[in-house]
């Protein structure tokens, strides 16, 4: 038996454009007035702060699946879903990291990372996904379906298949890594790879919900964004509800910066966290829609664009959340950066030499905290969090060509990319002969 819930919050959907509050989501989750975005909002909750703190820690001695699990332990905070309909596979409980090497190469004191590759997929979507794929279930649909840079399929058709749903998967093809196709595929997705990009397969996905009866789980659905607002509260936890100054995070379709933000607002309106960090977004230099739209426009329009980096993740041109990232931004007084392919493959390798290693989307917040350090807006004494994203394994292809030193080859960058030389680790192919081994062992010995 779960560590019963002190109190069921009302949650109640708003839109956050308009204000309208509909008793139920369209299918396509957007307001049946104005089109934009939907979320939860609990009007009248009140809570004893340290009572919940303590009820949280407690459920963590509990054998119970939903105790267990990093999002549903916080169930307070999130909209009711009965546990017969719950998705678990003991999502979040993600590991904190010290980077030490990093944070003497970003001129800091000391800097942490918060690794949301450990997640049962191996990315941050396994928090939202329990959520959201749970409600599928509680609102009895047969098929769920997504658009996906690879993360949330990947997640999407794991939750899927456990709790007994058909998954669809929309993936632009040739664009996402290996890794993830195929984890998809072992999951059992029926997985369409579609001749456009991700902003495509949104468009397409959004078309088909409106025709057959399947249940979208991309980061629109505002369960998603419930369930991902858990890794901020257990980052506090962990923590010991000490605020860090900064908390990074890279900015594709910007649900999760959405997410974070939200937690955030609402930890420090129910006095569970004092003030609020400053959460900044980073963009790769060739998917910099958001990047744009503040520095540019001063957040007041979005020009979409044809997306192109190396760091597929985050190959995103039109983002969805934009409005939700863009008050979080203003609301925590964060900044918003990007970064270039070689200085994203630059930091996805010192991660890595830290014994950490992620993928290369998650490297652009190590990436941008740099800069950020460099232009003083985060200073040396001050405490980070790096919100890493995905594991390492996502996406191996990048990473043998970055160490083998072909993944710039042939490109624009090609030049710049030589600053890299020193952070490369290629493999050394010897003949079977203890003589040839032990000269490499002293050759690199005498190089470290
Ligand atoms: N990092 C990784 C590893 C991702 O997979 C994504 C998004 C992001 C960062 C950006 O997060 O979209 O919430 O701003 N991946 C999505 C997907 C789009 O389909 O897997 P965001």
Known sequence: MPIAQKTVAIAKLRCIACGD?????????????????????FPGWTFDAAALKSLWLERKTSRSALDQSGVWRFRELLPH???????????????????????RIAGLDMLQAKHQGMNPTASFKDTGMTFAASAARQGGFRWVACASTGNTSASMAAYAARGNLHSLVLIPEGKISWGKLSQALDYGALTCQLRTDFDGCVRILNQLVRQKPVYLLNSVNPYRIEGQKTSAIELLEQLGWELPDHIIVPGGNLGNSSAIGKALLEMRDLKLIPRLPKLSIIQAR????????????????????TA??????????????????????????GEVEQVTEVEIAAAKAEIGADGVGCEPASA?????????????????????????????????DFTIKFHRGDLFAGTPDENEARQTKSLQRAPVVLEADLGAVIGALDAAERNS
Do not use: W
Request: glycine share 8%.
């Open 21 to 41: 509050t509909p008793d139920a989501a369209a299918r396509d989750f957007r307001c049946a007035h104005c089109g934009d975005l939907l979320e939860f909002f």
């Open 81 to 103: 879903i009965p546990e017969e309909h719950a998705i678990t596979m003991r999502e979040g409980n993600t590991p904190l990291y010290q980077l030490p090497r990093c944070a």
């Open 286 to 305: 060739g998917a910099n829609p958001f990047y744009r739209c503040v520095r540019e426009f001063g957040g007041t329009r979005l020009e979409p664009m």
């Open 308 to 333: 192109d980096t190396m760091a597929t993740a985050i190959r995103i041109g039109n983002p969805a959340s934009l409005k939700k990232a863009l008050r979080v931004l203003q609301a925590t007084g």
């Open 364 to 396: 652009v917040t190590l990436a941008g905290l740099k800069k950020l350090a460099k232009r003083g807006f985060v200073k040396r004494g001050e405490s980070v969090v790096l919100i890493l994203t995905g594991h390492l394994l996502k996406d191996p």
